[in-house]
């Protein structure tokens, strides 16, 4: 009884040219993630994602740190504003129009904090009539020192507890 029969011989010889075939190897990818993102980003394809993506926090995204005192002071002297939308990760209030108390034409109101220093500088605000028009400067800068003066307030009174 022969080991070595035509049908084993063939047979060998085809793992043996299957086995040649397989000796090429893929070029290894040297570049790290971040780099082919960006090389993809930069190309204009969707880069690839997992679902270890959901994990980790998006850098696009703007997340502004805000003054608690200007954000609270802002609702505070603007309290006669309905608010629209609140969104505290960029720091944005907007607001509806609304007239104030012993006032005859409605305004309404966009509030940036964009710093978390009790800062004018980290206070924006945006004021806008009925019609359309933006009010004037002098009225613009008095809510604003109105919103910083009760910011002012709010701390001193929490340094006192």
Known sequence: MAIFTPRFLVLAAAALALTACGSRQAPVETRSP???????????ARPRSSIWDVFRRNS??????????IWQASTDVLNFLPVDSVDPFTGVIVTGFGTPPGGGRAYRATIYVSDPALDARSLRVA???????????????????????????????????
């Open 34 to 44: 971040q780099d082919i993102i960006d090389a993809e980003r930069q190309q204009g």
């Open 60 to 69: 696009d995204e703007q997340v502004t740190q805000v003054n608690r005192y």
């Open 127 to 161: 004021l806008q009539t009925r019609d359309g028009r933006p009010v004037a400067t002098g009225t613009q800068r008095a809510v604003e020192d109105a919103i910083l003066a009760r910011a002012r307030q709010l701390r001193q009174r929490d340094a006192g507890f």
